[in-house]
């Protein structure tokens, strides 16, 4: 089972940039198509980027264009890269696999001022 530790959060204003990671230990890291997911407050967790074992990417309408998931399976670490920050993507930020499973990490709180 993979075990995730989400980090890199922070306040930016609007229009900034951030670069949040996710370190995963646990066996088979490589293999497994990963995901970035975020909840904002009063809202349900909702999926927003995943990668697959190869580097295929896919990205919800809500941040295609403005956010970038990429992977370094040497440090079983996946990273999601976020431009043009709007106020509307503050949420806790978290990864997992795709689809989900297991325990969910801490998360890592983005929040974006206008």
């Known amino acids: 089972q993979v075990q995730l530790a989400e980090s890199g959060g922070g306040l930016v204003q609007a229009g900034g940039s951030l670069r949040v990671s996710c370190a995963a230990s646990?066996?088979?890291?490589?293999?497994?198509?990963m995901g970035w997911y975020r909840q904002a407050p009063g809202k349900q967790r909702e999926w927003i980027a995943r990668?697959?074992?190869?580097?295929?990417?896919n990205y919800a309408d809500s941040v295609k264009g403005r956010f970038t998931i990429s992977r370094d399976n040497a440090k079983n670490t996946v990273y999601l890269q976020m431009n043009s920050l709007k106020p509307v993507d503050t949420a806790v930020y978290y990864c997992?696999?795709?689809?989900?499973?297991?325990?969910w990490g801490q998360g890592t709180q983005v929040t974006v001022s206008s």
């Open positions: 997992n696999t795709f689809p989900p499973g297991g325990s």
């Open positions: 646990g066996r088979g890291f490589s293999i497994k198509v």
């Open positions: 990668i697959t074992s190869d580097g295929s990417t």
